[in-house]
């Protein structure tokens, strides 16, 4: 893990056992160790999902390239890796089907868009670029109750599992 003044960089190869140990690594470094329990789920539940999408649908046998600083109350990421660009080249839109239509996968990019902010994607050089930001507080008259972004989250992106239904529940 490298330190460049405020920016925390980490390399690593891209498949789903080194993303899992990146993901752990970083969170136990600072800024991320320091946050409160919702600002630290929405920034792992985000970095796992744009993670293992790169390994999933990049490129199984690259490297990746995380980024992260500390800006006023969001943290700001890149993520970098050589893998395939993005389908036309841009973001999915992350709109959730109809649940009868609803595929295995295909929940991150609703999960992605409902938790992270000001999310851009450009490719150069044969290089993907993602930037995002993950805010500290959660905007409101309110604060949130400590379960506040969970129930957020689970309004927006986790409509999926109400429109599904337990899966484990007896028809």
Known sequence: MRRDGGEIGLAFDSNLLAVRAALRRLLDTPPLDGLDEEARWRAELVLAEVLNNVVEHGQPRGRIAVRL???????????????????????PEGVLSAPATLPEGGFGWP?????????????AEGVNHLSFRIGLVCPGPEPPRRDGLRQAAAGKAGAVAAALGNPFQAP
Do not use: K
């Open 69 to 91: 600083r500390l800006e006023g109350e969001a943290l700001a990421f890149r993520i970098s890796d050589h893998g395939l660009p993005l389908p036309h080249g841009r973001l």
């Open 111 to 123: 999960l992605i868009r409902a938790l992270a902010s000001d999310l851009e994607y450009r490719r």
